[in-house]
């Protein structure tokens, strides 16, 4: 079944780590994603991982999946006030033009 | 270099009646998406356009249609319109093949009183 799961917020201190968790159901994902929406606007793609890729590091971001448990997260190293937003996971599937995203995970960075 | 341009912005309708919204894609990508967030929740696919034709819908009514104008933008119509319907919509474009990563547009919030 096509199934994306995430928890439904985070807060952490300005300058920590955030770890954003992801659970997917369908095994034949290709391809993995997370965008981050700000209050009243779309959303902006972050990063994406193959689904053969263990890790993909970008500057702040590092992404870790683990296919046999089909879990997926996103580290967001230093963070800031600027990432305060709602992080969504999302999956693509060979057999599919479309993507299966989660609820979407609320980040709250205190000062 | 221009990201996704969608119109209007915000968009205010009475139940019943019908309402156009409209997309203009990344340069250099043929291939528009459409999807549906409601409060709270994550996006919701509706269908995706390429070469002009809707090549894959997700589970919306008939209500829901669309289409692409050779210059590739797209047009979402929406008929009958139900309270239900208020949501963002979301318009996103790719190109470059099946897993090519969608850049979205900022929306356009559509509220039905």
């Known amino acids: 079944g096509e199934d994306v799961e995430q928890s439904l917020f985070l807060s952490v201190r300005e300058g920590d780590s955030s770890v954003i968790n992801c659970t997917y159901t369908?095994?034949?994902?290709?391809?993995l994603y997370w965008y981050k929406q700000e209050p009243g606007a779309g959303l902006q793609l972050l990063t994406y991982?193959?689904?053969?890729?263990d890790m993909k590091q970008d500057q702040r971001l590092t992404v870790l999946l683990n296919k046999k448990d089909k879990h997926l997260s996103l580290r967001i190293a230093d963070t800031q006030t600027g990432d305060s937003a709602i992080y969504f996971c999302?999956?693509?599937?060979?057999?599919?033009?479309?993507?299966?995203f989660g609820s979407g995970t609320r980040l709250l960075v205190r000062p | 270099d221009a990201g996704v341009t969608q119109s209007p912005t915000h968009l205010i309708k009475t139940r019943g009646q019908q309402v156009t919204l409209r997309c203009s894609p990344k340069?250099?990508?043929?291939?528009v998406s459409w999807y549906q967030q409601a409060l709270g929740q994550g996006p919701q696919f509706i269908f995706q356009?390429?070469?002009?034709?809707?090549?894959q819908r997700g589970n919306f009514p008939d209500r829901f249609s669309g289409h692409q104008f050779p210059n590739y933008s797209s047009e979402l119509n929406v008929n009958a319109l139900l309270l239900g319907d208020s949501a963002l919509y979301l318009c996103?474009?790719?190109?470059?093949?099946?897993?090519?990563?969608?850049?979205f547009g900022n929306g356009t919030r559509l509220t039905v009183t």
């Open positions: 991982i193959f689904s053969n890729m």
């Open positions: 369908d095994s034949s994902s290709t391809y």
């Open positions: 999302a999956e693509s599937m060979s057999s599919s033009y479309k993507l299966i």
């Open positions: 340069s250099g990508h043929d291939t």
């Open positions: 996103a474009s790719t190109g470059g093949g099946r897993n090519s990563p969608l850049h």
């Open positions: 356009y390429y070469e002009e034709e809707e090549r």
